[in-house]
Nanobody, 124 residues
Framework: QVQLVESGGGLVQAGGSLRLSCAASGRPFRDYAMAWFRQAPDKERNFVATITPSGGRTSYADSVKGRFTISRDNGKNTIYLQMNSLKPEDTAVYYC?????????????????WGQGTQVTVSS
């Protein structure tokens, strides 16, 4: 089992920045890939970014490429999502997720474990 807890959400103006964190516990952190998804009201939960267990490879949704950066600290069992140049359309609940493979997956169903989510609201 893997337990995931997100933090760092909040209200920010358009153009601003936020950094989300996701702390993991349970099975050894280096065993699994991690990802961020987001879900806006009345919308599907969509892929944002993913990172391999070593942190050596990442992948991003086109909508956030160049603005968001996913990273992980395996010594702290934590991943991060640095979000810059935020737009109102980035408003959503952000979820972190874990899977044991395949890596760099963008499909929600591949991920086995989920956090409870953290709200990000970007005002115009």
């Amino acid at each position: 089992q893997v337990q995931l807890v997100e933090s760092g959400g909040g209200l920010v103006q358009a153009g601003g920045s936020l950094r989300l964190s996701c702390a993991a516990s349970g099975r050894p952190f280096r065993d699994y890939a991690m990802a961020w998804f987001r879900q806006a009201p009345d919308k599907e939960r969509n892929f944002v970014a993913t990172i391999t267990p070593s942190g050596g490879r990442t992948s991003y949704a086109d909508s956030v490429k160049g603005r968001f950066t996913i990273s992980r600290d395996n010594g702290k069992n934590t991943i991060y999502l640095q979000m810059n140049s935020l737009k109102p359309e980035d408003t959503a609940v952000y979820y972190c997720a874990a899977n044991f493979g395949p890596y760099l997956a963008t499909i929600r169903s591949v991920y086995d474990y989920w956090g409870q989510g953290t709200q990000v609201t970007v005002s115009s």
